[in-house]
C-alpha cells in the first residue's frame, strides 16, 4: 500500500518570494513516481511536475522545482518567485512503476495562498 | 495536441437516479483512471480502464462502474445515486505503458439533491 502525508493544509506567502510545500510518501514499491498537481478553483489538475525514484537528478520545471530525498521519503515542491496566479490547492501524488497499473495515490493537498 | 474532455462539466440529479460522466483521454493515451474528490474524502481512486480493460478498482461499491470503448474513450456510471455520491469527479489520462505522465481533464461536478 502506499501513502501520501501532506502535513501543511495552508501555506502563506508573499509574491516573489519562495515557497516549499512539504511531502513525504511511504511505499513497499522499488520503483515508483512522484507528482505534484496544481488545482485551482475551477478544479481541473494541473500536472506541475515528476520525480521517478531511480532518477538522480531533481527535477525541475520551469519555477517548479522537487527536493527529492530519497532517504527519509521525502518530496517537497519548491516554487521561486511566486505570483498571484500560484494561489490554488497543491497535491502531492505517487504511483508504482512496475505494477502494471497506472492509479494515482494522493495527499489531502495544501492550500497555497500568495499575497501581494 | 488536445487535452482531456470531460462532460458534462455540472451535473444535478435526484437521489435514486443515475448517472453517466464521459472521459476523452489525450490522442494516443490509452490508459483512463477516474478519482472522486470530495472534501471529507479527498481523492479517492475508482477505477482504471486500460485498452478497454478495468485493470485496476478502487473501493467503492457496485453502484459505481465504467468501461472503456475501442477509441479510449471511457464512461462510468452510478446507479441508485445518494447524497453522498456528490463530488468533482476527475478523469485522468496516461499513455499507460510510460507511467510517468497523467494529465487530468476539469473534472465533472455532481450535486445530488
Known amino acids: 500500500a502506499q501513502k501520501i502525508t501532506q502535513t501543511q493544509p495552508g501555506m502563506f506567502v508573499q509574491e516573489k518570494e519562495a515557497v516549499t510545500l512539504d511531502c513525504t510518501y511511504d511505499t513497499s514499491d522499488p520503483s515508483y513516481g512522484l507528482f505534484w498537481y496544481k488545482q485551482p478553483s475551477s478544479g481541473e489538475m494541473i500536472f506541475l511536475i515528476y520525480q521517478g525514484s531511480y532518477d538522480q537528478q531533481n527535477a525541475t520545471e520551469g519555477r517548479y522545482s522537487l527536493n527529492f530525498q530519497k532517504a527519509r521519503k521525502s518530496a517537497n515542491l519548491v516554487i521561486s518567485a511566486s505570483q498571484l496566479g500560484d494561489s490554488a490547492m497543491y497535491f502531492c501524488?505517487?504511483?508504482?512503476?512496475?505494477?502494471?497499473?497506472?492509479?494515482?495515490?494522493f495527499g489531502k493537498g495544501t492550500m497555497l495562498l500568495v499575497s501581494p | 495536441k488536445a487535452g482531456v474532455t470531460q462532460t458534462p462539466r455540472y451535473l444535478i440529479k435526484t437521489r435514486g437516479q443515475q448517472v453517466t460522466l464521459s472521459c476523452s483521454p489525450i490522442?494516443?493515451?490509452?490508459?483512463v483512471s477516474w478519482y472522486q474528490q470530495t472534501p471529507g474524502q479527498g481523492l479517492q481512486f475508482l477505477f482504471e480502464y486500460f485498452s478497454e480493460t478495468q485493470r485496476n478498482k478502487g473501493n467503492f461499491p457496485g453502484r459505481f462502474s465504467g468501461r472503456q470503448f475501442s477509441n479510449s474513450r471511457s464512461e462510468m456510471n452510478v446507479s441508485t445515486l445518494e447524497l453522498g455520491d456528490s463530488a468533482l469527479y476527475l478523469c485522468?489520462?496516461?499513455?499507460?505503458?510510460?507511467?510517468?505522465?497523467?494529465?487530468f481533464g476539469q473534472g465533472t461536478r455532481l450535486t445530488v439533491v
Open positions: 490522442s494516443g493515451h490509452r490508459s
Open positions: 501524488a505517487m504511483r508504482p512503476m512496475n505494477s502494471g497499473y497506472s492509479t494515482l495515490t
Open positions: 485522468a489520462s496516461s499513455p499507460g505503458i510510460t507511467p510517468t505522465e497523467a494529465f
